[in-house]
């Protein structure tokens, strides 16, 4: 149980183009979700806090125009990077918290290379 | 502002020993959560064991465990028996009332046959 699926698992993207990230928890429903930034060797960097059918709260510096974040229903939440750059390549992993309790299940991440 | 540290960037054990990661927290809440998680070469991370505050009794998962010392603001993994699949990388987590994560900078644990 308390499984999370991420899609895509890696993805290249030209410079100033796009990308959207599926976040999902499968087997339960989540009152929040979470996405992270993993630089290599590094710990996970919190980048915003979404709850279903509100706006996402951001950590401070992290840009809300560029990193757009829906969370459309209790089992879905999308990363939307808009007009992304070189410095934007990274591993960005989503977490979602099951109703009622605390701790949050990871998804397997994805891996964005920006060229 | 809450904090937490681990203090042991690299440990190594051997197959079938047993082998403790530290960590420490800095906290004025009352009511807050610990977990350890495993982030393996694939870089799913996987909740390894959780800890309430309010709870005394240390928490147990299998050949994992916690020492929780809530007035020393200490909570470390003991990995009994360890296996050549524990390999990975071991970060300490806390929440509390918004359940944001705080995470430790993570031990590196290597594991030799």
């Known amino acids: 149980g308390a499984v999370v699926s991420q899609h895509p698992s890696w993805v290249i993207c030209k410079s100033g183009t796009s990308v959207k990230i599926e976040c999902r928890s499968l087997?339960?429903?989540?009152?929040?979700m979470f996405w992270y930034r993993q630089f290599p060797k590094q710990s996970l960097m919190l980048m915003a806090t979404?709850?279903?059918?509100?706006?996402?709260?951001?950590e401070q510096g992290v840009e809300k125009d560029k990193f757009l974040i829906n969370h459309a229903s209790l089992t879905l939440s999308t990363l939307t990077v808009t007009s992304a750059h070189p410095e934007d390549s990274s591993f960005y992993i989503c977490?979602?918290?099951?109703?009622?309790?605390?701790?949050?299940?990871f998804g397997p991440g994805t891996r964005l290379t920006v060229t | 502002a809450q904090t937490v540290t681990q203090s042991q960037p690299e440990m190594s054990v051997q197959e079938a020993e047993t082998v403790t990661l530290s960590c420490t927290y800095d906290?004025?809440?009352?009511?807050?959560?610990l977990f350890w998680y495993k982030q393996p070469p694939s870089r799913q991370m996987i909740l390894v064991i959780r800890?309430?505050?309010?709870?005394?009794q240390n928490a147990t998962e299998n050949r994992f465990s916690v020492n929780f010392q809530k007035a020393a603001k200490s909570f470390s993994l003991k990995i009994s028996d360890s296996q050549l699949g524990d390999a990975a990388m071991y970060f300490c987590?806390?929440?509390?009332?918004?359940?944001?994560?705080?995470f430790g900078t993570g031990t590196r644990l290597k594991v030799l046959a």
């Open positions: 800890q309430e505050a309010y709870k005394q």
């Open positions: 087997d339960f429903q989540a009152t929040t």
């Open positions: 979404s709850n279903e059918g509100s706006k996402a709260t951001y």
């Open positions: 906290t004025s809440e009352s009511d807050y959560y």
């Open positions: 987590a806390y929440s509390s009332g918004t359940y944001k994560y705080i």
């Open positions: 977490s979602a918290r099951p109703s009622g309790r605390p701790e949050q299940y």
